[in-house]
């Protein structure tokens, strides 16, 4: 009797991991418009405020750094308090980043602005924590459609956030915000909606409610699923290899594009601050579309031609990006083609190589894994956004995603440790 009350009926688990998903979809459409103008603006930021566009990757990797230093944290107070309290304790992170970048950039004051950006990385740890909140109560059979459904939300809140950029610049100008700041406006109240979206209707906590189903005894509880893993470590390679290749490339483009359009530029003008901040949100929008606008459909394929097999196929759009750009680097039809194509292999990679990290291992190591997953994949970038700034400002963009594939040869070559 004690089991069947705190174990809900199988009709009504799957009530709430439907609600469940549509309140992680909500939340990550708000925390995609907050990350989405950082992920723009932060590269701008950092070449103008230090005034060298060889520390503009720092932004990049400050952001990355700070999910990597609060994704195990976070994943461990999720597996003790839940996932609610460990989303909601992400906003408050983000907001105060938020505040700080915006002080530093009135300041003129670089070591600030990265301290803000990091704040904001740790935000970012919370949000990227929403796709494993979304597995906790799913069945294995629909994993990855509900993981992947929760990425996509991100589209909406991901590519409206570059779209700000111009009319945050406006709304900014028009209250006295320093330049290239404006867009945070819209961050914030995006932010505060999530953590009240969060503390008000994530009930009940799906982590915890999973950990006492896997506690239970009885028919009511779930299949215990075998520990692989072996299979897990692929599984996080090749979400941290998907995520360092993304961010790498991604952090040089706004530079890049900004050198585009003043090398594009009618003689005697150059691009003006409104030209490149539409030309970098509008290609970053596009990017970011391609990282979350199909993960419902590679989650489908995950789920039906199996999590290895959706890996490979994001890999190889991943090497269709990268060649794109290593042999078009300067023409800008082929560099917002490449951005596209660079955000679908992304969303592949990360959403069947979570999905096969979820199901490798069992209830009980699951915060640990995925917090480790999380930490490799956003330390990973940090360095490789550092290294990004300096391979672009010696040898170019082309070669910058050259290196890039290689990186991507290597992880579909070590792909059979996926299957074992």
Do not use: K
Not at 37 to 45: E, H, R
Not at 110 to 122: A, E, W
Not at 349 to 364: D, I, N, Q, Y
């Amino acid at each position: 009797m004690t089991t069947s009350a705190a174990v809900p009926a199988a009709g009504e688990l799957a009530r709430i991991q439907g609600r469940t998903v549509r309140v992680l979809a909500a939340g990550q459409v708000l925390g995609g418009v907050s990350f989405g103008a950082t992920v723009s603006l932060g590269a701008l930021l950092a070449a103008d405020v230090s005034g060298q566009e060889s520390l503009s990757g720092f932004a990049t990797a400050a952001v990355t750094l700070g999910a990597a230093l609060c994704a195990i944290p976070l994943a461990r107070l999720a597996g003790a308090r839940g996932r609610r309290f460990a989303l909601t304790l992400g906003n408050l992170f983000a907001l105060v980043g938020i505040a700080t970048v915006i002080t530093a950039a009135g300041l003129r004051m670089f070591p600030l602005l990265l301290v803000g950006v990091i704040l904001i990385g740790m935000g970012n740890a919370g949000n990227l924590q929403s796709r494993f909140a979304a597995t906790d109560l799913a069945t294995p059979q629909r994993r990855g459609r509900d993981l992947g459904t929760v990425v996509w939300a991100t589209t909406v809140g991901g590519v409206l956030g570059p779209l700000m950029i111009t009319p945050g610049e406006a709304l900014g100008a028009a209250v006295g915000m320093p330049p290239l700041t404006g867009a945070y406006l819209f961050s914030i109240v995006a932010q505060l909606a999530a953590l009240a979206l969060y503390v008000v209707a994530l009930r009940p906590d799906p982590l915890v409610l999973a950990q006492r189903i896997a506690r239970s005894s009885g028919p009511a509880g779930p299949v215990v699923e075998a520990d692989r893993p072996v299979a897990a470590r692929y599984a996080m390679l090749a979400v941290a290899a998907s995520h360092v290749v993304m961010a790498s490339v991604m952090a040089m483009t706004p530079i890049h594009l900004s050198h585009i359009a003043h090398g594009g530029a009618h003689a005697g003008h150059g691009s003006d601050t409104t030209e490149i901040t539409l030309l970098v949100g509008t290609t970053i929008a596009l990017h970011v579309l391609g990282m979350y606008g199909a993960s419902p459909l590679f989650g489908w394929l995950a789920d039906r031609m199996g999590r290895v097999t959706t890996v490979l196929t994001g890999l190889g759009i991943l090497a269709l990006s990268l060649g794109t750009l290593t042999i078009w680097p300067d023409e800008q039809p082929a560099v917002v083609v490449g951005l596209f194509l660079l955000g679908l292999g992304w969303s592949a990679g990360t959403v069947a190589g979570s999905a096969l990290l979820t199901e490798s291992t069992p209830v009980g190591r699951r915060p640990r894994r995925q917090g480790l997953s999380d930490t490799m994949m956003t330390a990973s970038a940090a360095v490789g956004a550092v290294l990004a700034g300096v391979v672009l400002d010696t040898l170019g963009y082309g070669a910058l995603a050259l290196i890039a594939l290689g990186v991507v040869a290597v992880t579909a070559l070590l792909s059979p440790l996926g299957r074992r």
